[in-house]
Structures are given as C-alpha cells and as structure tokens.
C-alpha cells in the first residue's frame, strides 16, 4: 500500500514540522537526482511519520533510498547532502541497490513490514513484485531487536545513575525506537499495529503478557499531554525494563499464528 498521512494525531508533528520536513525530503531529492541521474530508481518515506503518529520534534522523517547501484564516487557525491540531512536531525537514509531490496526482506523483516504496510513514495517507485516478509524471519529480527534495545536500555540505566532528569531524556530519547518493535510484534502476534502509541502499547501487552501503563506515561510525557513528575520517574523506568523482559520472552516462546507459516 502507497499512502500519505495528512491528519494529525493527539500530540503528533505540527504543521510546522511537517512543512520543515518536506522541505528537507525536497533538498535531498535535488541531491540524490543530481548524483544519481536515471539510476535513481525510488524514494520512499516510511516509519512513524508515515503510518500516523510523529512526537514532536522526535519522531524521524525514514527513507528508503533504491539505486541501481552505488559506486564509491556517488557515495562521495552524496556524502554532503546526507550530513546535512542528519544534521538537521533525521536518521541517515537506508541505501539499498535495486538487487539487494528484492533479496533482503529476510534480513531486515522488520523494517520491510513497516515499509510494506505504510509508506509514501516521492520520487520514482518502489519495486514491490514479489517481496514478501515470512513470519520466522519477522519474529527472528523483532525479538534481535528487542533484545538489543533491552541490552542497550540496561547499559544506559547504568550510565545514567538514579538522576531522574537523565532517566527522562533517556526514556524520551529511546520512545520512537520502542514503538518500531513495538509494531514489529503486534504484526508477529498476527495483528494489525494501532497508528496510535497508546492504543498499541496496549494491543502489545495484552499478547505479551506486561502491563502497559508505564509505557502510555511515558508517551503522554512526551506527547506533552502529562508530564512525568521527577519522583514516579523510577517507577516507569523500572516498568519499561519489566515489559522489554517480559517482550523479549514471549517472543523467544511465540508460535505462528493461524495461516503463518514457521
């Protein structure tokens, strides 16, 4: 499916960030056109900005960036329309040549299955024939990534101490990423993932088996809708780690859903 999103949802992107961002997409284009010509076969956006809920000044603008190849020279002829796009905040493009898109959605099944569901193109096409995301490598690469994000949220509790205002910025900073695996195992569960955050941090715990309140605290917090007062800051930490454990086992024991092949 090719869609565009142009409603906001309850703590979503401005229309401001929004107008900033499609001036963005537009100078990278300009760039990518120029370096690649005719070899440019698709640009698409695709992520949380894409399937319905941008936060504020967090949520990134993704892209999927199809080439029919991509030599050292247009690499370097890029290399400066790309830093200032990350410069300006969003995450780098994912290059991928024409080839390896239709022989990867193994490797990044999670990613694919966010691209697939809900993406826009804005330049080119996007080759879809015959790309297909199995179920065993959707449920392999979710729980790697839930996985990874636990062991990378128990590191930072480490580094960051029992300050609340670091525990926040860690927790705020971390809450995009969470809600991408998030979808990843709604979709494992055999589900369509809720656009919106709370609703789908609920879909998620009723499947996994964690309670989904701290995970709604902190996206109020940083919807802005609920701010999260320093001393229950603990608490929701504490409650995030829980459902990552109680995720990362569940999807580790899941078995197919009906219809899904193992």
Known sequence: VTTSTSTDTAGGATGRERVASAQHVQELLAALREAFGTGLVGVARFGSTVAGEALPGRSDTNLLVIVDA??????????GAVKRWVDAGYSAPLFLTDEEW???ADVFAMEYADVLHRHEVVHGR??????RVEWRDLRLGVEREAMGKLLQLRRAI????????AQQRLLAGGLSTLMVIFRGAVRVAGDEPSQDYLSLAKQLADVAGFDPVPV???VQHVRGAMRLPEGETAAVLSGILTAMER???WLDGVRPPAGASA
């Open 70 to 79: 991509l030599p050292l020279a247009a690499l370097h002829a890029k290399a």
């Open 102 to 104: 239709r022989t990867s």
């Open 126 to 131: 996007l080759p879809l024939e015959g790309i």
């Open 158 to 165: 480490l580094a960051v101490g029992d300050t609340p205002a």
């Open 216 to 218: 709604q605290r902190l």
């Open 247 to 249: 995720l990362v086992a």
